[in-house]
């Protein structure tokens, strides 16, 4: 029970020092622009939006474990499962430009009109049915 808060409370940490990374980047884009704060906030968390989040969800999917960099290279025996944070990283970027472009346009052949509400929809429904796969993927491992 103790392993489990210690992982919730990493995950939290994790996601206010994100959030606080992502508004110092935003106050370092008004420092050199002439944008506004509200402008440049959009921008920042607008990218990590569309280009990381729904690669990095989906990327547990696939590898569930994430391995450190020690680990990696002192383990002989590589499993296939196994990525660690870099491998991670680029992976979520690489999911997310792939899959993102192709569902928009394959929802605008069919007839759905690409605005800001339907994209963020449709990535909003990626992220969320990526996340239900994991959660049930997760739920069948501990049973």
Known sequence: ???LNNAKIKWIIGIILAILV??????IIVAF??????????????????????GFIMSYIFFPKTKSIEEKIKSEAENSKEIDLIERIALSFALSIA???LLVFYLNLIGVKISFLNTFMTILGVISISAIILLVKNKKKVD
Not at 22 to 27: G, R, W
Not at 33 to 53: D, M, P
């Open 22 to 27: 992502l508004n110092i980047i935003s106050v």
């Open 99 to 101: 899959i993102v472009p």
């Open 33 to 54: 622009s002439n944008i506004s704060y509200k402008e440049s906030l959009r921008i920042v968390f607008g990218a990590v939006y569309v280009l990381f989040l729904p």
């Open 1 to 3: 029970m103790n392993k």
